[in-house]
């Protein structure tokens, strides 16, 4: 079965219901089944079915995503993705389509709030195919992938983080449940907020009884605490207990679609305030 | 059934605050009536006063590190837990303070 996913923010109209029914009728012409998955308010509901998707409530603002499931996606997610870059705004979460109108995740993107930091943030992803995991697998995950994150963190001196990292394991396994580990640091040696998503094909063990992990997110921010950072890391990681939510960031696979995931949860708690950045 | 309980953790920005939202989540349902003290990053948030904690008939500690202020408790019965008991089961957890 192919899978694919189209990224994107409702604009400041909303979904007005002419846009709905265009959507059906697109989704109509496939075998595929389009279900349109609103982030934000983690609901989703089938393509077909405009009634149900007018349930969601999406407002303007919110980051959706069409999920395309069946032997014609890849044409479905072409025709859609044209669609859904005329009427919404796309996020590009792919390098290959050329659209001139997708948006990038960035978090100082005026233009659109949904990835809106009022700080500095660093994000770097990777993935780790399936053969490095065999190694890994053969030895201790931990050993191989926490000094892996530090470098993405901090090129400059992964080695101070990575002795910060292995004594916040020591004390107590960072894994979330739900096939997420979240390794996190404060130090006051960190200069600057910064976050590692890796992303593995295949579940390895992170030393917790709550399960195998497969998308390693690592987070860093500098001490003493201030607040914007707090309110946003508390956020997302207060998001990870809601199962759906783990689900979009381990079943997305596309490095930008998951940062966007992440950016969109972390800048959550500026949005009413967004153009007075509180510091 | 009334607990108050505090939440730490070594970094103080998620575990503290995610155990938070867990053990008022799962108190609802219980019919119990829990405040919940947060000690991280931040500092200490919505601390629980004398009278808060001489009126609870379980003091619940849910944290990997040793907490602030815990002589505040001496007297009152306290159930210890870990952040991962928590995360893991915040139901169960809460059925043992009720059964102490």
Redesign the interface.
């Known amino acids: 079965m192919i899978e694919r996913r189209i990224t994107f923010i409702i604009g400041d109209e909303g979904i007005p219901s002419w846009k709905l029914n265009q959507l059906k009728t697109l989704a109509g012409y496939f075998r595929a089944v389009v279900v349109m998955q609103n982030v934000t308010r983690l609901c989703q509901a089938n393509a077909e079915q405009p009634v149900r998707i007018m349930s969601l409530g999406c407002m303007p603002g919110d980051l959706c995503q069409l999920l395309i499931e069946g032997s014609d996606a890849e044409l479905a997610c072409m025709v859609l993705t044209d669609f859904v870059a005329e009427q919404f705004l796309l996020v590009k979460t792919s390098g290959k389509k050329k659209n001139r109108n997708a948006c990038s995740v960035v978090r100082s993107d005026k233009a659109n709030s949904a990835f809106y930091l009022p700080f500095e943030m660093v994000i770097s992803t990777q993935a780790v195919s399936a053969e490095q995991i065999n190694l890994i697998q053969a030895s201790d995950a931990k050993e191989m992938l926490l000094p892996r994150l530090c470098e993405m963190l901090n090129p400059d001196n992964p080695a101070l983080l990575l002795e910060m990292m292995q004594e ?1 394991e020591q ?3 960072t894994c ?2 739900n096939e997420i580990a ?1 390794p ?3 130090s006051v040696e960190i200069k600057q907020p910064a976050m590692a998503v890796i992303q593995l094909s295949q579940p390895v063990e992170w030393g ?3 399960g195998p992990v497969t998308r390693l997110i690592a ?1 860093v ?1 500098p ?1 003493p ?1 201030r ?1 914007p ?2 309110e946003a ?2 956020h997302f ?2 998001a ?2 809601e199962p759906d939510y783990c689900r979009l960031l381990t079943e997305n696979t596309e490095p930008e679609a998951i940062k966007a995931v992440i950016l969109h949860t972390l800048s959550r708690p500026f949005t009413v305030s967004c153009d007075t950045p509180k510091e | 059934m009334r607990i108050v309980a505090v939440t730490a953790c070594p970094t103080g920005i998620a575990h503290t605050y995610m155990a938070a939202a867990e053990l008022k989540k799962a108190a609802q349902p219980l019919g119990i009536q829990i405040m919940v003290e947060t000690q991280g990053a931040m500092g200490i948030e919505n601390q629980l006063s004398f009278q808060d904690i001489g009126r609870a008939d379980v003091v619940l500690i849910a944290s990997d590190i040793e907490i602030e202020h815990r002589a505040r408790f001496s007297g009152s019965k306290i159930h210890c837990v870990t952040i991962e008991e928590v995360l893991t089961d915040p139901a169960s957890v809460l059925r043992r303070c009720q059964e102490l």
Do not use: D, E, P, V
């Open positions: 916040r004390i107590s396994s979330m449940g979240l996190h640091i404060m917790s009884n709550r987070m921010l001490a605490a607040r950072h707090i890391f508390a990681s207060q990870l207990l």
